[in-house]
């Protein structure tokens, strides 16, 4: 299984990114994919999650209307992170998780940094 991340980088607050995730070889369907973050000192934390199935999504509290995740191509296993109003408190390696049955893969994680 490849996962590919692309997108992140250095922004001043209030910017914005756009994170990118796809993912190939799998041999199953895919459940689920979205995105979590860790910060320095911190515990991985779900930031945002694309059910394929019931084309549902999820969002932590900190980040609900301001990000928006996506699935364009439904022949792709690949979600979108669309990142708004960036605050340093955003700051962390974001990581494309990828759910399938009981197991679950793993970008090699993009560093988004904000900051003025």
């Known amino acids: 299984v490849q996962v590919v991340e692309s997108g992140g980088g250095l922004v001043q607050p209030g910017g914005s990114l756009r994170l990118s995730c796809e993912a190939s070889g799998l041999s199953f369907s895919v459940y689920a994919m979205g995105w979590y973050r860790q910060a320095p000192g911190k515990e991985r934390e779900l930031v945002a999650r694309?059910?394929?199935?019931?084309?549902?999504?999820?969002y932590a509290d900190s980040v609900k209307g301001r990000f928006t995740i996506s699935r364009e191509n439904p022949r792709k296993n690949a979600v979108y992170l669309q990142m708004n109003d960036l605050k340093p408190e955003d700051t962390a390696v974001y990581y494309c998780n990828i759910h399938v049955l009981s197991r679950d893969y793993w970008g090699q994680g993009t560093q988004v940094t904000v900051s003025s």
């Open positions: 694309f059910r394929f199935s019931a084309k549902s999504t999820d």
